[in-house]
């Protein structure tokens, strides 16, 4: 049966594929594909680990003390029952021998489908079983913590069934990714798999989550609140990320549509390449910086090959994610900023200290454990401040990886002055300790994330300390608006237009422009190809967005001439409904 299911369209274009499902299971578990020479450990990792609880449990129902009431021995059979059920395990064994699924992956799908049986049950005694499910899962996930396997390529391509559409054989492997949530480290995993496009129940435009599916630049919707329930695994879905529909189980007629906006969007692709080598100047002469944000240094060669004049943010908390809480020492991080130097071939780097919290947590913390408000709470250079020794071990790694190219130091989320002082004292500190140890160093430019309302009002005071800010639009928008980024609830109202956010972003610029300071914008709104004139407009000749992007905004650039924009962008953002003019 053909439905549509709507959410936030966060990563534009078309993917049609089948569904590869992650499952909402209540327990958070990393996600990856296994290498075929993988699976047969993989397999006796779980086995291993299910006698070990069975014994466990046997143990502890054999010390039972005499007055311990009856029900909690029958309890312990329950539990023990359910772990040798063939349904278990055959399932579990599916997933990992069928789809390579990680052991981990493959334990919550399957008690996905259990669960889902056991809740369409009559008999209330059954449906109440699903909790002696989970508990029992979570046992042996606990018992595998710790015991992970490598990342690795995408799954094997499921057979042709009977029903089928038609479709070429690329087009036939696809796959697309539905999932209740997925973290950043997650993300990180698929990013080395091939799906075409991404779906998930939470999430809002500019979520972490989204803004990984966008570097990825394929199709995604987020914000659909039950598409992981009402999607089934091998379903065939279209995602179209420009109006943030998901269709379920489309008639040939509707895939046909969509299989022609898809070829269109290539084209419109192919279009946009040939304006890779065309240097981006308006049409009145004025130079502008197309950088690129990335995740990881193997992005810089997606960089390189959009055409980015540099790295304007390396969101170098990537690299401490998914980790288990284990930290990336000073040789480790050195090692990884030399690459991204290295990949930029001479084009300036920007590296942004660790923004950990919020919704990038650094491990896969149960969520009753994080903070209630993480936004507001120990994040980015506050969670550096509150670990010096940790903070100067990055820093002293930057300034090791400085003296292999041009890189750039930013601070993110600063907000006080006295914050500022402490994050320079530890710089000095930092450059000390290598000058003590003789070891080579560069001297970075240094800079402020401005993506605060109160750093966005004080930047007059602020930039005397710096060389450069960058504007942070999506945190500026959250904080501004009091709009949780990631929460899909209040999305609505989450307005990169909103006269107040425009406001700071155009004193910002106009204020770095007056001090003879670099400025860009590395959130969202940079490579938003309707905020390109207004941002032109304002004053701003340095962008930071995906690469993905870059050639489409380039585009708008060549189009405009940036001085007739300066008393329309005034208007637009004295206004009080600026979308209105835009
Ligand atoms: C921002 O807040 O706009 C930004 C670029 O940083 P991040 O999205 O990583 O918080
Ligand atoms: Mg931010």
Not at 1 to 19: E, N, S, Y
Not at 99 to 109: F, G, H, I, K, S
Not at 441 to 447: D, S, T
């Amino acid at each position: 049966m053909t439905f549509a299911i709507h959410g936030l369209a966060v990563a534009r274009g078309i993917a049609i594929g089948r569904a590869v499902l992650v499952t909402s299971s209540r327990l958070d578990v990393a996600h990856y594909f296994l290498q075929p020479d993988q699976v047969a450990a993989e397999i006796v990792r779980v086995r291993t680990s299910r006698n070990a609880v069975i014994e466990e449990l046997k143990r502890l129902q054999a010390e039972l003390p005499r007055e311990a009431p009856p029900e909690l021995g029958a309890l312990l059979d329950v539990h023990v029952q359910l772990l040798q059920d063939e349904a278990l395990v055959s399932g579990v064994k599916h997933f990992i021998v069928d789809q390579r699924y990680n052991a981990e992956w493959a334990l919550t799908a399957q008690l996905e489908i259990i669960a889902r049986q056991f809740s369409e049950m009559e008999d209330e005694y059954l449906r109440e079983r699903v909790a002696d499910l989970e508990q029992v899962v979570e046992r042996i996930l606990r018992h595998m913590k710790g015991v992970a396997s490598p990342v690795s390529p995408p799954p094997p391509v499921p057979s042709r069934r009977a029903g089928d559409p038609v479709l070429s054989e690329a087009a036939a492997a696809a796959r697309v990714l539905v999932a209740h949530d997925l973290s950043p480290a997650d993300m990180l995993h698929f990013k080395q798999s091939v799906f075409a496009g991404f779906v998930t129940d939470v999430g809002g435009k500019t979520s972490h989550t989204a803004i990984v599916a966008r570097s990825l630049d394929i199709p995604a919707v987020v914000g659909t609140r039950s598409a992981s329930q009402l999607v089934r695994q091998d379903d065939w879905v279209i995602i179209d990320g420009d109006a943030g529909v998901v269709i379920v189980d489309p008639p040939p007629m509707i895939l046909a549509e969509y299989g022609f906006r898809q070829r269109q969007g290539a084209l419109e692709c192919e279009r946009l390449a040939r304006l890779l080598h065309t240097p981006a100047i308006t049409l009145d002469g004025e130079k502008v910086a197309l950088l690129a944000n990335i995740e990881q240094p193997e992005d810089a060669a997606a960089a390189l090959k959009a055409g980015a004049a540099g790295v304007g943010l390396f969101r170098s908390e990537f690299l401490f994610m998914g980790r288990e809480g284990r930290l990336p020492g000073e040789e480790e991080q050195y090692q990884a900023y030399c690459r991204a130097v290295e990949g930029m071939q001479g084009l300036p780097v920007t590296i942004r200290t660790v923004d950990v919290g919020a919704d990038k947590p650094l491990d896969r913390t149960p969520k009753e454990a994080t903070h209630l408000n993480p936004a507001l709470g120990l994040r980015a250079i506050r969670w550096s401040l509150a670990d010096p020794a940790m903070f100067r071990t990055q820093l002293r790694a930057i300034l090791r990886a400085a003296a292999h190219g041009p890189v750039d130091l930013l601070f993110p989320m600063i907000g006080a002055a006295s914050e500022i002082r402490h994050t320079l004292a530890l710089l000095d500190h930092a450059r000390a300790e290598l000058d003590n140890r003789g070891a080579p160093r560069g001297e970075p430019r240094v800079g402020a994330m401005i993506e605060i309302p109160a750093a966005a009002i004080m930047v007059r005071q602020f930039l005397r300390y710096f060389d450069f800010v960058s504007i942070g639009t999506n945190d500026l928008i959250q904080y501004t608006l009091a709009i949780d980024r990631a929460d899909e609830a209040v999305a609505h109202l989450y307005d990169p237009l909103h006269p107040a956010v425009l406001r700071l972003v155009a004193d910002v610029i106009a204020e770095a422009n007056a001090q003879g300071k670099g400025v860009s914008v590395c959130g969202e709104m940079a490579g938003d190809t309707a905020m390109t004139r207004l941002l032109l407009g304002l004053g701003l000749r340095s962008f930071s967005m995906h690469p993905a992007q870059i050639l489409a905004v380039k585009q708008e650039i060549l189009r405009t001439d940036a001085a007739s924009q300066v008393a329309w962008a005034r208007d637009v953002v004295a206004a009080e409904d600026p979308a209105s003019l835009i």
